[in-house]
T-cell receptor, first 113, second 113 residues
Framework: QQQVKQSPQSLIVQKGGISIINCAYENTAFDYFPWYQQFPGKGPALLIA?????SEKKEGRFTISFNKSAKQFSLHIMDSQPGDSATYFC????????????FGTGTSLTVIP | GAGVSQSPRYKVTKRGQDVALRCDPI?????LYWYRQALGQGPEFLTYFNYEAQQDKSGLPNDRFSAERPEGSISTLTIQRTEQRDSAMYRC???????????FGPGTRLLVL
C-alpha cells in the first residue's frame, strides 16, 4: 500500500503566488522527510528535507512545515516562478531502520506567468 | 564531480529475455539504492546496499529480480524472463552514508515488447 500519501495530483499557480503541496504518512518509524523536484527527462533532485525534531525548515523560497502529531508535512513555495514548474515528490525514510525512501505519487506544478 | 550514471539509458527487449541494468554511483558513496518509477508515479523502492552487502530486498517484486554490488561500487539489477509489466523507468541512487540525501541517476527506460 502507499506509505506516503500526497496531494494534490496537479497544481496551477499564478506567478508570484504560493504553491502548497501536502503529504501524510502512517509509519511512526519514519524520521527523515525529503522533498524532491523532478523536471521532465531528469532524475529527482533533492530540494529540501526535514527531521521531526523541528516543525519548520526554510531554505530560500521553499519551506517545509511538519506536524508530528498529525503525521503530516507540507511544502510551501513562496513567490512561485515559471521555472518552478516541475513534478514534486515528498518522501519518508526510517533512517534508523534503513535508508530506503518511500515516495508520494507526485504533484505536477505549473506556474503560469 | 560526476554524478550517478546508469546504462543503458534505454533498453528494448522481447518478453522472456534477461536484462542487466548497470548503476555507477558517486565515487565513495557507501549506499546504493534501486527504485522503479512508473509513468506519473513516484519512485518505488526495490532494494539497497551498504558497501557490497544487500541490506533490504523487500521491494523486489518477485524472484525474477535480483541485484548485486560485488565490490561495493558498481551495481547491476538483473531481470530474468522479462514480462511486459516490467516496463518502467529504473532509477539508481547513492548516498554518502547509510542515511541522508540520496542522489539519483538519469534512469534506464526499459520497454518489454
Amino acid at each position: 500500500q502507499q506509505q506516503v500519501k500526497q496531494s494534490p495530483q496537479s497544481l496551477i499557480v499564478q506567478k508570484g503566488g504560493i504553491s502548497i503541496i501536502n503529504c501524510a504518512y502512517e509509519n511512526t518509524a519514519f524520521d527523515y522527510f525529503p522533498w524532491y523536484q523532478q523536471f521532465p527527462g531528469k532524475g529527482p533532485a533533492l530540494l529540501i528535507a526535514i527531521r521531526p525534531d523541528v516543525s519548520e525548515k526554510k531554505e530560500g523560497r521553499f519551506t517545509i512545515s511538519f506536524n508530528k502529531s498529525a503525521k503530516q508535512f507540507s511544502l510551501h513555495i513562496m513567490d512561485s516562478q515559471p521555472g518552478d514548474s516541475a513534478t514534486y515528490f515528498c518522501a519518508a525514510s526510517p533512517t534508523s531502520g534503513g535508508n530506503q525512501f518511500y515516495f508520494g505519487t507526485g504533484t505536477s506544478l505549473t506556474v503560469i506567468p | 564531480g560526476a554524478g550517478v550514471s546508469q546504462s543503458p539509458r534505454y533498453k528494448v527487449t522481447k518478453r522472456g529475455q534477461d536484462v542487466a541494468l548497470r548503476c555507477d554511483p558517486i565515487s565513495g558513496h557507501v549506499s546504493l539504492y534501486w527504485y522503479r518509477q512508473a509513468l506519473g508515479q513516484g519512485p518505488e523502492f526495490l532494494t539497497y546496499f551498504n558497501y557490497e552487502a544487500q541490506q533490504d530486498k523487500s521491494g523486489l517484486p518477485n524472484d525474477r529480480f535480483s541485484a548485486e554490488r560485488p565490490e561495493g561500487s558498481i551495481s547491476t539489477l538483473t531481470i530474468q524472463r522479462t514480462e511486459q509489466r516490467d516496463s518502467a523507468m529504473y532509477r539508481c541512487a547513492s548516498s554518502a552514508a547509510s542515511y541522508g540525501t540520496q542522489y539519483f541517476g538519469p534512469g534506464t527506460r526499459l520497454l518489454v515488447l
